[in-house]
Nanobody, 124 residues
């Protein structure tokens, strides 16, 4: 069974950091671009960041540039999202997704496999 599992979410104070992980089971992530998306209460899901299969291409939403960093360890079949200087507006359920072309973008419809999400809450 092909599955993506996110972990690392939680409650953090403004200015704090979290590292999200996206692990794959049942398939290898090596040939997929991985995107991170998030959905805040009452809002549509939005793209946060992606990394291409060969790690040569990454991109970030304007709202997280300079604060979030995406990386991957193909040996561990895992992609990470390091989130620093978190703000209350970063509160959302964060999802990772796999895009089979390997190039990556922030278009939801291009992603084939999705995880169940992990909650990130930024609050004092």
């Amino acid at each position: 069974q092909l599955q993506l599992v996110e972990s690392g979410g939680g409650l953090v104070q403004p200015g704090g950091s979290l590292r999200l992980s996206c692990a794959a089971s049942g398939f290898t992530l090596n040939y997929y671009a991985i995107g991170w998306f998030r959905q805040a209460p009452g809002k549509e899901r939005e793209g946060v960041s992606y990394i291409s299969s060969n790690s040569r291409s990454t991109a970030y939403a304007d709202s997280v540039k300079g604060r979030f960093t995406i990386s991957r360890d193909n040996g561990k079949n895992t992609v990470y999202l390091q989130m620093n200087n978190l703000k209350p507006e970063d509160t959302a359920v964060y999802y990772c997704a796999a895009e089979p072309l390997g190039t990556g973008d922030l278009v939801e419809g291009h992603y084939e496999y999705w995880g169940q999400g992990t909650q990130v809450t930024v609050s004092s």
